[in-house]
Nanobody, 126 residues
Framework: GQLVESGGGSVQTGGSLTLSCAIS?????????MAWFRQTPFKEREAVAA????????NYGDPVQGRFTISQGNAKNTLYLQMNNLQVEDTGIYYC???????????????????WGQGTQVTVSS
């Protein structure tokens, strides 16, 4: 399976970005929990948001609740993360991830995810 992120970049505080993740067919053909994680040099990889690939059951980490929106494309082969009101602390490398089952209650645990993209950099400056 392959996941390829795009859409990262540099924005100022309060700005918006939309990340995309292209999903290979062997992943989206079955049940999957699709997620976004992020990592900075000083923190462990942090769960941002997750959604079942049937478009249901959105989950968000507390720091992004109300600002970020995760969604699945109609064809199930693309995952999106709409990020609004970006803050400096949102800076990091954002990774797309896939687990070969629907999202669990502990969706934030990295060990659930079988596939990871290469990451895309998001930089927010004040």
């Amino acid at each position: 399976g392959q996941l390829v992120e795009s859409g990262g970049g540099s924005v100022q505080t309060g700005g918006s970005l939309t990340l995309s993740c292209a999903i290979s067919r062997d992943i989206y053909d079955g049940n999957a929990c699709m997620a976004w994680f992020r990592q900075t040099p000083f923190k462990e990889r942090e769960a941002v948001a997750a959604i079942n690939n049937d478009g249901r059951s959105e989950n968000y980490g507390d720091p992004v609740q109300g600002r970020f929106t995760i969604s699945q494309g109609n064809a199930k082969n693309t995952l999106y993360l709409q990020m609004n009101n970006l803050q400096v602390e949102d800076t990091g490398i954002y990774y797309c991830a896939a687990a070969q089952h629907f999202c669990m209650a502990d969706w934030q645990i990295t060990a659930w995810y079988n596939y990871w993209g290469q990451g895309t950099q998001v930089t927010v400056s004040s």
